[in-house]
């Protein structure tokens, strides 16, 4: 099966400038989740969707974080404006209901200058 | 909230060398635990896992055993090779605010492995 697909893998802006990461989970995982992995760190839960509801967000900065799944199954996480300290590579990863292992995606990396 | 902590990295080994990576967790419940693994330029793996005490999990010659006692989870390979070269997660799993399960991971241990 195709695994968890993430785009763009690269991206560079300028500080207060906008951004949005798309992705899209293995077919059939129910929940989703964003992490934030910051340069020297472990992965950082920002948010977790179960189908299209929000089932955890009490780590996402939400002044300037918002993330969307709309019909359960692909996933947006834009923010608006951008800081220096949000550089950090941005991860994906999916789960099936059930199961406790998560799949990751390749991950985007984000440089805010 | 929980917490994993790794030994600090890097750890540069030499082909054929063994291989401990030390993890240790606080946790109020009874998490289930897991390695992770990340090679260079790609998205984090599942390596192994154990979901209960005394229980050991082990993939690709890499072993961990669940050790409730001491809090524990430390990942061990007898003889490493040039393409265990990677970075390396242990990291837990607790509830979320919904009811569902979330990871908590440690910083990562850099691996590389010379010939």
């Known amino acids: 099966e195709a695994g968890v697909a993430q785009s763009p893998r690269y991206k560079i802006i300028e500080k207060r400038q906008s951004v949005a990461f798309w992705c899209n989970p293995i077919?059939?995982?129910?929940?989703l989740y964003w992490y934030q992995q910051i340069l020297g760190q472990g992965p950082k839960l920002l948010i977790q969707?179960?189908?299209?509801?929000?089932?955890?967000d009490s780590q996402l900065p939400k002044d300037r974080f918002s993330a969307e799944r709309l019909k359960g199954v692909d996933s947006t996480l834009k923010i608006q404006p951008a800081k220096l300290e949000d550089s950090a590579v941005y991860l994906c990863?999916?789960?099936?209901?059930?199961?406790?292992?998560?799949?990751f995606g390749p991950g985007t990396r984000l440089t805010v200058t | 909230g929980d917490s994993v902590t790794q030994m600090e990295g890097p750890v540069t080994l030499s082909e054929e060398a063994f291989l401990t990576i030390n993890c240790t967790y606080t946790?109020?419940?009874?998490?289930?635990l897991f390695w992770y693994v990340q090679y260079p330029g790609e998205g984090l793996q599942l390596l192994l896992k154990?979901?209960?005490?005394?229980d050991k999990g082990s993939n690709k010659g890499f072993e961990a055993t669940y050790r409730k006692e001491t809090t524990s989870f430390h990942l061990e390979k007898g003889s490493v090779q040039v393409s265990d070269s990677a970075v390396y997660f242990c990291?837990?799993?607790?509830?979320?605010?919904?009811?569902?399960?979330?990871?908590?991971f440690g910083k990562g241990t850099k691996l590389t492995v010379n010939p």
């Open positions: 990863a999916s789960r099936r209901q059930g199961l406790d292992e998560q799949y």
């Open positions: 969707f179960q189908n299209n509801g929000v089932v955890d």
């Open positions: 946790a109020t419940g009874y998490p289930s």
């Open positions: 990291a837990l799993s607790e509830p979320s605010q919904g009811g569902s399960e979330k990871l908590v």
């Open positions: 077919s059939g995982h129910a929940t």
């Open positions: 154990a979901t209960k005490a005394d």
